[in-house]
């Protein structure tokens, strides 16, 4: 049996089009964990419970994740350059199988995972400190 013939730029256009959605993902992602950063921060003083010093862990634990959350999503904004450049040297390429190239690089996998349970652990956290003291 013949194997089927791929077409480089429908596969790449399926790649892309996959991949757009996880890059505005992050890309929100990315600016609300900034964003709560931030906010939170800039608040800090008023967060303190009143008789004495210093955050709560949660509060420090929290800011990690969001941080976690933010380097995360320049992870896979890194690795969308490199997928793009990926897929250009494949268009460019001799080789009967060029689609084998559009894999993505493996700091994608840990931006995602990075990106999403940073920013769900850092809201999560936020909430449980909200609970208790609010």
């Known amino acids: 049996m013949a194997p089927a013939q791929v077409d480089i730029k ?8 996959h991949m757009t959605a996880i890059y505005q993902l992050a890309e929100k992602v990315g600016t609300l ?4 950063l931030a906010f939170t921060i800039t608040f800090a003083k008023s967060m303190t419970p009143p008789g004495t010093t210093g955050l709560p862990i949660i509060i420090k634990i929290s800011w ?8 995360g999503f320049f992870l896979v904004y890194l690795a969308r350059i490199e997928i793009r450049r990926r897929a250009r040297v494949a268009l460019l390429a001799e080789n009967d ?3 084998d190239f559009i894999t993505g690089p493996w700091y994608f ?13 850092g ?7 909200g609970l208790q003291n609010f």
């Open 10 to 17: 429908e596969v790449i256009k399926a790649v892309e089009n």
């Open 33 to 36: 964990s900034a964003a709560a």
């Open 97 to 99: 199988r060029p689609y």
């Open 109 to 121: 996998k840990i931006g995602r995972w990075l990106t999403s349970v940073g920013f769900l652990g």
């Open 64 to 71: 990690l994740c969001f941080l976690a959350a933010v380097i």
């Open 123 to 129: 809201l999560f956290l936020l909430a449980i400190y």
